[in-house]
């Protein structure tokens, strides 16, 4: 996750002040005409006393100079606006200049600075920077702790949001920082480093990034430093405690994600690149380097799922920063690029394109949903459904529309042209035009400014046999919704008797689109998106019961097993009340408080001794799904028994979601409380133990649905037409003697 979200909405509205005050200098008035931004240098000698949490410091600002010919010397005094945190005390120290406070919102002081374009100014500055964690919810059972800055004893956390250096409204900044800390401390920011020298009882680390950053960052803890130089950029690992495997293991894999996306975007914008060990649970990216939580950087899966994710904020957010004005791009491109991308390369492409219209199906309401133009970040599942699955599907969707090449050529040319400098959605949008010469003024209107999904449907299907022996397949793909219809494409699978599939992309720009096919067999079947190349409403039968469709409704109950032992049924009362919390619609109740249960709302069952568990086992039993022994406390899941271990299922009862969970252990129940609202997608899952560790996890097979027709008697296999990979498009592009980076 990219993590300037919340300095850029601030940022934005003291900029609107700064024009209200007309305190704009001819020198950010000619940015603003060239769409470029001014750069202040930042030359900022800080000590950190993590025992108090105080700092002391002097920052030598370097102002940008106007586009006049006058020596400073002679450059009349402008204003402008500085930004501190309000327990800092600025004082100029040097240079011809006037400081006086404007006013302050939450944490941050803002001051009118008076000095010539082109000058120098050093301010002196100190004071104590330490604030408490804040719980931000994000949906059921889903919490975060967040941190505006601090510095203490468990660490040094200090970003652009927290006010710790005199950042300039309106402008980009470089900097060359000196950190003084404790002994066995280490200080990381963006850019080249560290350089680390020894001064008694202190020691100062240097960084430097001289290319224009949209923000700056300083953490520090007493880290154990590994590194290994590679030719895209020195890998490094920041650790709170000696572990050379872990480390080598991220040096690696760094090597491998740096080469990558240089290879696929264009060169890596940043001397190096830090896994940083975070005091606290997170998963941020910052300029070269990313801070994730203690246990987080442990699990096995990170190292290519979050790893890379961060890795490439550094090209998308980092490297072309977002215009904040025009939405928040970065994360949708950022998860299209990794997640996604490693999942196609697994094979698992349209397993994960279905996860992302699922989510958006689950979590986004009416009244929740906003185009991708409005979307600055996340801060709930509603929000990452948006800004996240819907926007990788867009750039999908464009990859579909002009084809791999012309896709590759278009990310590069968009980070070519942007690199360092603030771009939206109107700058993908040129350098997609240019590389392909496709007017997409259309769709990225009504993809970037639009809500809503569009809903497909097959109709017309005619099959004609034709005198040379070939067979003419012709139908119409039409958008239901009631909304206007959206431009799109839409591949369609033709299959035919003698078990050759091809593969067609219908371009829709109107509610109702033709199309014919002409095939060497009789026709078997024809699938809309099988897929799921095109985002849309998932029809019926491809989406099938998961945990999200509880954790994202609105309306629910949970259902509490008063015959539970004591302590289990305390654990249970506590895993309700925490998921209810924030949540209006739910409520909670004892099984024996229930004459009949609901129909109308989502419904969790818990426990072995729930009295309406037969309702759940009746729906397993219809549908050959599982099968319960509530006295044996055994399941059978998919011909699979299990026996004294922790079941978690999810189904449907006429549309109806209903999920169960259940266990002996009240510890495991306190544990699935917080890990269960990420298993969102999966249908069923089973635990062991009281962490609780997981065995199992699935998704319910899919039906077909009405996107699909079989035409014949005939059920040939269908194994769907072969497609590379964008790193098999770039390597034989770049093969075939098509330089994409020029």
């Not at 129909?599 to 309702?615: K, Q, S, Y």
């Amino acid at each position: 996750m990219h993590d300037s979200n919340k300095f850029l909405a601030t940022a934005r509205l003291w900029l609107m002040l700064l024009c209200l005050l007309g305190l704009s200098t001819p020198s950010l008035a000619s940015s603003e005409a060239s769409n470029k931004q001014p750069v202040v240098a930042h030359q900022i000698r800080i000590s950190l006393n993590p025992s108090d949490g105080r700092l002391s410091a002097t920052d030598r600002l370097s102002l940008p100079s106007d586009s006049s010919e006058t020596p400073p010397s002679a450059r009349r005094p402008e204003a402008i606006v500085i930004q501190l945190h309000q327990g800092l005390k600025p004082e100029i120290l040097s240079g011809n200049a006037t400081l006086e406070p404007l006013a302050r919102r939450e944490h941050l002081a803002h001051y009118r600075l008076e000095a010539a374009p082109g000058s120098e100014v050093e301010l002196v500055y100190q004071g104590r920077l330490q604030h408490d964690f804040n719980a931000v919810r994000e949906g059921m059972g889903r919490e975060r702790q967040q941190l505006i800055g601090t510095i203490s004893p468990e660490g040094v956390f200090l970003s652009g949001y927290s006010g710790w250096y005199p950042k300039v409204l309106g402008t980009l900044e470089s900097v060359e920082l000196e950190v003084s800390l404790p002994q066995g401390w280490l200080a990381v920011s963006q850019g080249e480093g560290p350089e680390i020298q020894e001064d008694g009882k202190q020691l100062r680390v240097g960084w430097r990034e001289t290319a224009p950053q949209d923000a700056l960052y300083l953490i520090a803890a007493p880290f154990r430093l590994y590194r290994q130089p590679h030719e895209n950029g020195e890998a490094q690992a920041f650790l709170r405690s000696d572990d050379t495997d872990l480390a080598a293991r991220y040096l690696e894999a760094t090597r491998i994600y740096l080469d990558r996306y240089s290879q696929l975007i264009g060169p890596y914008p940043y001397t190096k690149f830090a896994l940083v060990e975070n005091f606290w649970e997170t998963g941020y990216g910052m300029p070269s380097f990313t801070l994730l939580g203690p246990q987080v950087l442990r699990l096995p899966f990170i190292l290519h799922s979050s790893y890379p994710h961060e890795i490439l904020h550094n090209w998308w957010g980092n490297g072309v920063y977002v215009d904040d004005s025009q939405g928040n791009w970065s994360e949708g491109l950022t998860t299209y690029l990794a997640d996604h991308l490693n999942q196609e390369l697994a094979g698992k492409g349209a397993n994960y394109r279905r996860d992302q219209l699922k989510a958006y199906s689950d979590f986004v309401r009416d009244h929740q949903d906003q185009p991708l133009s409005d979307f600055r970040g996340r801060h709930g599942a509603a929000s990452q459904a948006i800004g996240y699955g819907k926007a990788l599907m867009l750039f999908h969707m464009l990859r579909t529309q002009l084809g791999d090449q012309s896709f590759v050529r278009g990310l590069q040319r968009f980070y070519r042209d942007h690199r360092f400098s603030a771009a939206g959605w109107d700058a993908i949008q040129t350098a997609f035009e240019a590389e392909s010469g496709v007017d997409l003024s259309a769709f990225f209107a009504a993809w970037t400014q639009r809500t809503g999904a569009p809903r497909l449907a097959l109709e017309g299907i005619t099959v004609e046999p034709l005198d040379d022996g070939r067979w003419r397949l012709s139908g119409r793909l039409e958008q239901t919704q009631s909304s206007a219809p959206f431009p799109m494409p839409v591949p369609v699978v033709f299959l035919d008797e003698a078990g050759s599939a091809s593969e067609l992309v219908v371009t829709m720009n109107e509610r109702s689109t033709g199309f014919t096919r002409l095939l060497d067999a009789r026709p078997a079947r024809i699938d809309v998106d099988p897929r799921f190349d095109s985002f849309r409403t998932l029809a019926e039968g491809e989406a099938t019961a998961s945990l999200s469709n509880l954790f994202g409704a609105e309306r629910g109950l949970i259902v509490l097993p008063a015959d539970a032992p004591a302590e289990l049924g305390s654990a249970y009362r506590q895993l309700a009340e925490a998921w209810q919390r924030g949540q209006a619609g739910w409520s909670i109740a004892l099984d024996r408080e229930l004459e009949t249960m609901p129909t109308d709302r989502a419904i969790w069952l818990l426990g072995w001794r729930n009295h309406w568990l037969p309702v759940l086992a009746a729906i397993g039993a219809e549908q050959d799904s599982f099968a319960l022994e509530p006295a044996q406390q055994r399941i059978s899941l998919l011909g699979t028994d299990y026996a004294d271990l922790i079941p978690v299922i999810s189904r449907f009862r006429d549309g109806q979601p209903l999920g169960w969970i259940a266990t002996n252990n009240a510890e495991a129940v306190i544990g699935l409380a917080r890990k269960l609202p990420h298993y969102g997608k999966y249908g069923y899952l089973v635990f062991e133990g009281s962490a609780p560790t997981n065995l199992v996890k699935g998704q319910w097979p899919a039906g077909e649905s009405s996107l699909t027709q079989w035409l014949s008697e005939s059920r040939p296999a269908l194994t769907y037409p072969a497609r590379p990979t964008l790193l098999e498009t770039q390597a034989l592009t770049t093969a075939s003697g098509t330089d994409l980076g020029n």
